[in-house]
């Protein structure tokens, strides 16, 4: 009896399961399927022409991560990125007993990103760390110089009323470095601080002896550390103006904040890391006498206010001027080159050409991509829809290849509706929205070997099917820093085109070069062309 409803309840589930699955639309193959002999899964190859667009100077204030240093790029140029930030005070309207007071100390401190898998502890406490998004040769000595700025950060565009949030460009080096002030602030006798700065992994270890005489260690994990001038210090925070250390917007319009200034020494080659400098701060370390004893005390600035990303972008490969130059909008291009920072993007067009009316097949051109048009008559369930982008091992030699790549609608400069999906969390989470897709994947030698991006865009492709009124937008293609910032920032050129560029790219100091569309049949690369797949259903 138990045996028999048991066996009646199994239909019944199925039955359950299946219609759930249909409902939800999971973007997979098979995933709008009846489930009956009445369906077909088909997949074909639909048309997509792309090409490189350069990207002029670009809105990089208040990143939440920077490139810092020079890294030299085969395969697109070399890019030196400086940086400028505000200080903000810890503690508003702070008194000091100037006629006791003496600075020990001034340590600016930043950490670095450094990879918490491969941190190796010792039997003595000691860590051993490797650090994380460094780019170039290993420990690379470059100068490096902190600067007081006397270039006044606004919070607010004068151009808009005050409207609107002030812009600053990659491209405003010299507007910065004309207004630095006096000599650089890093002028410690040690020349890893300065002369022959690099980028150390070690850990900081401080060991202290308190007043009864016991010593106390205190480990931190590797950080750019420099002693700066304590005269300097001295004179500029513990003997300011009282109306200067009142708040902190009167303190940034006093002190407008450190000037960072790196380059390489004599031609060699330098190191690039990506740094968040907000999370840096300034710990002044001075005593006062406080009832005949010398109280030792700290007050800090920490890096935060509004920021600005300088990028200089030189020595370009001339296979990448070339590329960008001769871009080609209406056949595509062989190889799409996509840098970050002040770089370069691609633009897709799917479907190909409209030269037909409303089937596809016949009539005059209605503007409507004729592939398209084909799909909507015929009213196909679209279960899955792929973009391929393979990348061009050959170019990239021994380049940095970015991690991940992101398409975007470039017609309206906002998300595409693939890109909403949530469900796909990583525990990096510069890997959620996985399905979504845009990260880079080693491919099986049954594959054809190499590595490859590749995007769903099942439910955008969905929508254009089934609503007549939906617009076929060109898509945009960039390297990303952080698939999950959607942000987009300005162009400084407001004449030209596109006026606008995903902020996260802005971030990314790197480059990539990958297969377009338009490569010859005889060609050996022709199998790695860029791809637009769709798998739909239909009836028989």
């Known amino acids: ?304 206010g509004n920021t600005v990303s300088l990028l200089n972008q030189s020595n370009d490969n001339q296979n990448y001027i070339n590329g960008i130059a001769n871009a080609d909008k209406v056949k595509g291009d062989p190889n799409l080159y996509l840098k970050g920072g002040e770089g370069s993007m691609s633009v897709l067009k799917l479907f190909g050409e409209d030269k037909y009316g409303v089937d596809g097949v016949s009539g005059a051109p209605n503007g409507v991509a004729d592939q398209l048009d084909i799909l909507r008559k015929n009213k196909y369930l679209i279960n899955e829809a792929d973009l391929t982008f393979n990348l061009n091992t050959d170019a990239m030699g021994n380049s940095y290849v970015p991690q991940r790549i992101y398409l975007y609608d470039f017609k309206n400069n906002q998300i595409i509706i693939d890109y909403r999906e949530t469900s796909t969390v990583s525990s990096n989470t510069k890997n959620n929205k996985y399905i979504f897709g845009g990260i880079l994947v080693k491919k099986s030698d049954a594959e054809g070997g190499g590595s490859s991006y590749k995007f769903r865009i099942t439910n955008h492709i969905r929508n254009l099917v089934k609503y007549a009124d939906s617009t076929n937008v060109d898509l945009g293609l960039v390297v990303t820093e952080d698939i999950n910032k959607s942000s987009f920032y300005s162009l400084r050129d407001k004449t030209g085109f596109p006026l606008k560029a995903p902020m996260a790219s802005v971030m990314n100091p790197l480059g990539t070069i990958v297969f377009g569309n338009n490569i010859a049949i005889d060609d050996k690369n022709y199998n790695k062309r860029l791809k637009f797949e769709i798998y739909y259903t239909k009836t028989n």
């Open 1 to 304: 009896m138990l045996k028999n409803s048991f066996l009646k309840t199994i239909p019944f589930l199925l039955f359950v399961v299946l219609f759930y699955s249909c409902d939800k639309e999971i973007n997979a193959v098979g995933a709008d399927l009846i489930g009956d002999n009445s369906f077909d899964i088909v997949k074909n190859e639909y048309s997509v022409v792309s090409y490189n667009q350069k990207l002029g100077p670009i809105q990089s204030n208040n990143l939440e991560t920077n490139p810092f240093g020079v890294y030299n790029n085969p395969s697109f140029g070399t890019t030196n990125a400086n940086f400028v930030t505000q200080l903000a005070l810890v503690t508003a309207a702070p008194v000091f007993d100037l006629t006791t007071a003496k600075i020990k100390s001034v340590v600016l401190s930043i950490p670095y990103f450094f990879d918490k898998t491969k941190t190796v502890t010792d039997s003595n406490g000691n860590n051993t760390y490797v650090l994380d998004s460094i780019y170039g040769p290993e420990k690379a000595k470059m100068k490096l110089s902190v600067y007081e700025s006397g270039y006044y950060m606004r919070d607010l565009d004068p151009d808009s009323q005050f409207s609107q949030a002030q812009k600053y460009y990659t491209n405003q080096f010299a507007d910065f470095n004309q207004l630095k002030i006096g000599s650089a602030l890093n002028d410690d006798p040690n020349i890893a601080e300065n002369s022959e700065f690099f980028f150390d992994p070690a850990e900081h270890v401080v060991t202290t002896t308190g007043t009864d005489g016991k010593t106390t260690t205190t480990r931190s994990a590797p950080a750019m550390q420099l002693n700066l001038n304590k005269d300097f210090f001295m004179s500029k925070v513990l003997k300011a103006p009282t109306a200067a250390l009142a708040t902190d917007a009167a303190f940034k319009e006093y002190f407008r904040g450190l000037f960072f200034n790196i380059e390489t020494i004599n031609g060699n080659p330098g190191d690039l890391a990506m740094i968040n400098f907000r999370a840096g701060k300034i710990t002044i370390t001075y005593t006062e006498t406080v009832n005949s004893v010398d109280t030792e005390k700290t007050f800090v600035l920490n890096l935060t």
